[in-house]
């Protein structure tokens, strides 16, 4: 067993309740939710979101407005409305063989269903943790197809599902952006760096109280509990912003609510 696959085996996150399933509709509504949100807080969301909605179906026949409204804070909505679209697609058309044709699904989130959801040995998912990990284990800035070829290296004879959970887990855990525990990382022997890479500086998110985003999450607060608002009573640049997006709709009488469809 090689160093990764023996720290991966005793130290990941197999307790997470998503890695248990297989079902591809469950597997993609966590990969949704995790790309922007702490894992603390999905595992509040994930389950009420799909007792809600167990399959794409019955999120498609509910509405954008429905997934919104489900979503609840989370953060960055259009995700849940992307989600929806998807939904829609795949109700009416099937799952596609490429997850990437479906709406608000990158190369990453394609690679990562088909690695745990359909258990494929050669699927590749390469999100930040993972590119971090990498980047500092070979010393030097990597594009996506890189990174997926270094990936399949560094971790053999890992491959699949447990290939992606371990470079996740250890970037996660171990590879952090700030204070990586080197001593503890089982890539150490052949790290070209032993902490972070020359000129890497994590990114810091913007300040949220009174931000742009904070009244938008204020005027969806309102409309996810009230049927619908009065135009003149919401905060006209984030309702702008909202109605851009397709996360609200306004009817004829000047009320907003949240989308239909």
Same mark, same amino acid.
């Given at each position: 067993?090689?160093?990764?696959? !023996?720290?991966?085996?005793?130290?990941? %996150?197999?307790?997470?309740?998503?890695?248990?399933?297989?079902?591809?509709?469950?597997?993609?509504?966590?990969?949704?939710?995790?790309?922007q949100?702490?894992?603390? !807080?999905?595992?509040?969301?994930?389950?009420?979101?799909?007792?809600?909605?167990?399959?794409?179906?019955?999120?498609?026949?509910?509405?954008?407005?429905?997934?919104?409204?489900?979503?609840?804070?989370?953060?960055?909505?259009?995700?849940?409305?992307?989600?929806?679209?998807?939904?829609?697609?795949?109700?009416r058309?099937?799952?596609?063989?490429?997850y990437?044709?479906?709406?608000?699904?990158?190369?990453?989130?394609?690679?990562?269903?088909?690695?745990?959801?359909?258990?494929?040995?050669?699927?590749?998912?390469?999100?930040?943790?993972? %590119?971090?990990?990498?980047?500092?284990v070979?010393g030097?800035?990597?594009?996506?197809?890189?990174?997926?070829?270094?990936?399949?290296?560094?971790?053999?004879?890992?491959?699949?599902?447990?290939?992606?959970?371990?470079l996740?887990?250890?970037?996660?855990?171990?590879?952090?952006?700030?204070?990586?525990?080197?001593?503890?990382?089982?890539?150490?022997?052949?790290?070209?760096?032993?902490?972070?890479?020359?000129?890497?500086?994590?990114?810091?998110?913007? %300040?949220?109280?009174?931000?742009?985003?904070?009244?938008?999450?204020?005027?969806?607060?309102?409309?996810?509990?009230?049927?619908?608002?009065?135009?003149?009573?919401?905060?006209?640049?984030?309702?702008?912003?909202?109605?851009?997006?397709?996360?609200?709709?306004?009817?004829? !009488?000047?009320?907003?609510?949240?989308?239909?469809?």
């Amino acid at each position: 067993m090689s160093p990764l696959a !023996r720290w991966y085996a005793q130290k990941g %996150r197999h307790d997470l309740a998503w890695r248990a399933s297989r079902d591809r509709w469950a597997v993609l509504v966590s990969e949704v939710m995790l790309a922007q949100t702490q894992v603390t !807080r999905v595992a509040v969301g994930w389950p009420a979101f799909l007792v809600e909605f167990p399959t794409p179906g019955s999120l498609a026949a509910a509405g954008p407005g429905a997934a919104l409204r489900a979503w609840e804070r989370l953060g960055y909505p259009r995700r849940a409305r992307r989600l929806w679209e998807a939904a829609v697609i795949i109700e009416r058309e099937g799952w596609p063989d490429d997850y990437a044709a479906l709406p608000g699904v990158g190369r990453y989130t394609a690679g990562a269903l088909a690695a745990q959801a359909d258990e494929r040995a050669d699927a590749v998912g390469v999100d930040v943790n993972i %590119r971090r990990v990498l980047q500092r284990v070979t010393g030097r800035r990597l594009g996506a197809a890189a990174a997926e070829a270094v990936a399949v290296e560094v971790a053999a004879p890992l491959v699949g599902r447990d290939r992606l959970l371990a470079l996740m887990d250890l970037g996660a855990s171990v590879c952090t952006p700030r204070a990586p525990q080197c001593a503890d990382c089982p890539l150490t022997a052949r790290c070209a760096t032993h902490g972070p890479l020359d000129g890497e500086a994590p990114k810091r998110q913007a %300040r949220y109280a009174g931000s742009h985003r904070q009244r938008r999450g204020a005027v969806l607060a309102r409309l996810r509990t009230e049927p619908s608002v009065p135009v003149a009573e919401l905060d006209a640049d984030a309702l702008a912003s909202l109605l851009a997006d397709g996360l609200a709709a306004v009817d004829r !009488r000047g009320r907003v609510s949240l989308p239909r469809r």
